[in-house]
């Protein structure tokens, strides 16, 4: 359900309350005499060290863009009564732990949503808020059919620091069709250069095209890098090749390949040439392999300290 324009708010489900903003209307929103693509948003609010950062970058791209940000918390009360075994003669503690966990999420809740609403009118930008109960994953694909950019933290999604590997979620949405992901980091960046890893796999280059056609951010320097175990005259030819590509929309870019594997490097890489951004897709080239997100991504994901743009 879309946010209402005017007036009072229509009616919705007792855990969505949509609220209207004061919109400030842009003189122009083209980039390069082209239209962005960038209307709607998506944004998670986890209610974590991720959250202000995420809102921060939400509200900048609306902005540019005069595009719609819409926030969702979700809490899942089945994965936080969840606390694993419960040994003979602890049920209550197991119960004030369960108590506890629902009391913490509703309380980074509250906190979240009331960051975004004063970030967002503060900004000008038009909102919604939603807010869920149920499962981050499934409500997660369904609300995602309708937006352009999903906006979600590295490493907290809707957990609130309760699970063991809460990237996990972030991979399985991006894996099951919701993208474009910018996953962003604690620590907010202003994006002036963006690493571009490209492997040559369809995914990678699917990935790099979409980064590329939303024009996020127009004016940042690029470097698309190819990492090959293995010079090869076809692999030092796939960064001039996605660079081409990327000069054709406007975008200032630079090439590198460099010969050895992309998981262990790519972070270091990034770190020593400066990127605010990286962006990142599946790397396998096997059809079984690109059923999964690629290893290289996986493991990007879980210790990068900078925003990532996904699109498997």
């Known amino acids: 359900m879309a946010p209402s324009r005017g007036g009072a708010p229509r009616s919705v489900p007792e855990t969505r309350t949509f609220v209207d903003a004061v919109f400030t209307p842009r003189l122009d929103n083209r980039q390069g005499g082209v239209t962005p ?3 709607r948003i998506l944004l998670g609010l986890g209610g974590t060290e991720f959250t202000a950062s995420a809102v921060r970058h939400a509200i900048e791209i609306a902005q540019r863009y005069q595009a719609s940000v819409t926030g969702v918390t979700v809490i899942d009360v089945e994965k936080l009564e969840d606390v694993g075994p ?7 503690w197991a119960g004030e732990l369960r108590e506890h966990r629902i009391k913490v999420a509703r309380k980074h809740v509250a906190a979240a949503c009331d960051e975004f609403v004063r970030a967002c ?3 000008g930008v038009r909102y919604a808020l939603l807010q869920e109960q149920g499962g981050a994953f499934d409500l997660m694909i369904s609300e995602a059919r309708y937006y352009d ?5 590295l490493r907290s999604l809707f957990e609130y620091d ?5 990237c996990e979620t972030l991979v399985r949405l991006v894996s099951h069709g919701v993208r474009p992901i910018l996953a962003v980091a604690p620590d907010h960046r202003d994006v002036r250069r963006v690493l571009i890893a490209y492997s040559g796999s369809m995914e990678s280059a699917k990935s790099m095209r ?8 127009p004016d940042a320097q690029c470097r698309v890098v190819t990492f090959q175990q293995g010079a090869t005259s076809e692999g030092a030819a796939l960064p001039r090749n996605a660079a081409e590509y990327c000069r054709a929309h ?3 870019v630079e090439e590198d390949f460099v010969e050895g594997p992309a998981k262990p490097d790519i972070l270091g890489y990034a770190a020593e040439w400066g990127a605010d951004l990286i962006v990142i897709g599946n790397s396998a080239r096997s059809v079984i392999l690109k059923k999964v997100f690629g290893d290289t991504a996986k493991h990007t994901i879980r210790l990068s300290d900078r925003p990532l743009f996904l699109c498997q």
């Open 86 to 92: 419960v040994p003979a003669g602890a049920a209550q």
């Open 210 to 217: 979409r980064f590329v056609q939303l024009g996020l951010w």
């Open 149 to 153: 950019l999903m906006i979600f933290g």
């Open 37 to 39: 693509m960038v209307k």
């Open 121 to 123: 009118q503060a900004a």
């Open 250 to 252: 406007g975008l200032h």
């Open 162 to 166: 309760f699970v063991a590997d809460p």
